[in-house]
């Protein structure tokens, strides 16, 4: 089996850097602005995620009726 992104596993310190000067030459003075808009991209989809996460959750988990079995058996006091 191949893996396509199987090169990306391998980061050396000069693969680093040149992604970083790569970086910088493409976003010089807008890499401060593509770096807050990024972190606001991640904040935003870990929000998404813990609401799907919620759904999922309350979905799976059982109600309890309101008028429960025992309580229609017992009847009023």
């Known amino acids: 089996m191949t893996f396509p992104l199987a090169f990306l596993q391998n980061f050396g310190m000069f693969e ?11 976003f010089g003075k807008r890499l401060p602005e593509v770096g807050r808009s990024l972190g606001r991209s991640i904040v935003e989809f870990k929000k998404g995620l813990k609401g799907v996460e919620d759904e999922v959750e309350e979905a799976s988990t059982p109600r309890k009726l309101e008028g429960s079995a025992t309580e229609a058996k017992a009847g009023p006091q």
């Open 16 to 26: 680093m850097i040149l992604l970083g000067g790569l970086g910088l030459l493409l």
